[in-house]
T-cell receptor, first 111, second 113 residues
Framework: GESVGLHLPTLSVQEGDNSIINCAYS??????FIWYKQESGKGPQFIID?????DKRQGQRVTVLLNKTVKHLSLQIAATQPGDSAVYFC??????????FGAGTTVTVRA | KAGVTQTPRYLIKTRGQQVTLSCSPI?????VSWYQQTPGQGLQFLFE???????NKGNFPGRFSGRQFSNSRSEMNVSTLELGDSALYLC????????????FGQGTRLTVV
């Protein structure tokens, strides 16, 4: 079946270090991917997106990498801060235009 | 510009009852999608409305329904509530159909007892 999943459910990172959150997808027809951040008690917050005709996109302190060959997506956060502690979801927009979400990675930033 | 507004934020209902949740999208956005979030199943797509028409539907029973009004506001209804319907219901709005760059509201926390 088609699914979007994250490699690790939790990630602990030292403040100031870079974080890398990984996501694998299985639907080769997917052409649009989004990373969301969800803090406790809040709805998912849009971080960055990327289309399948790109392999890299940069935002403020974040970079998304897309490897279509191995169907892998990653989110890199530079100089991780305490405010980055949250659950991160990758989402895939497949041909049917439904957003499919992965299970999420909980990022904890250590002071 | 105001974000996506969902009301109410919290709701407690009894099994067998029905519930209506409301979502006001970002001004100018015409697409509204609904998602159910639970610890076990994660975020699951319910349905999407664009210009008052349901454009897409997830794999949920017919007890889950929705509608969209001419001002793009949307409501979601769940009838004959079951304990398993307890979840965070999230609404997302987009400027166009197809879930591109969707922005989420805070959600409605529904507890069925």
């Amino acid at each position: 079946g088609e699914s979007v999943g994250l490699h690790l459910p939790t990630l602990s990172v030292q403040e100031g270090d870079n974080s890398i959150i990984n996501c694998a997808y299985s639907n080769s027809a997917s052409d649009y991917f989004i990373w969301y951040k969800q803090e406790s008690g809040k709805g998912p917050q849009f971080i960055i997106d990327i289309r399948s005709n790109m392999d890299k996109r940069q935002g403020q302190r974040v970079t998304v990498l897309l490897n279509k060959t191995v169907k892998h997506l990653s989110l890199q956060i530079a100089a991780t801060q305490p405010g980055d502690s949250a659950v991160y979801f990758c989402a895939e927009n497949a041909r049917d235009y439904k957003l499919s979400f992965g299970a999420g990675t909980t990022v904890t930033v250590r002071a | 510009k105001a974000g996506v507004t969902q009301t109410p934020r919290y709701l407690i209902k009894t099994r067998g009852q029905q519930v209506t949740l409301s979502c006001s999208p970002i001004s100018g956005h015409r697409s509204v999608s609904w998602y159910q979030q639970t610890p076990g199943q994660g975020l699951q797509f319910l349905f999407e409305y664009f210009s008052e028409t349901q454009r897409n539907k997830g794999n949920f029973p017919g007890r889950f329904s929705g509608r969209q009004f001419s001002n793009s506001r949307s409501e979601m209804n769940v009838s004959t509530l079951e304990l398993g319907d307890s979840a965070l219901y999230l609404c997302a709005s987009s400027s166009s159909w197809g879930n591109t760059e969707a922005f989420f509201g805070q959600g409605t926390r529904l507890t069925v007892v």
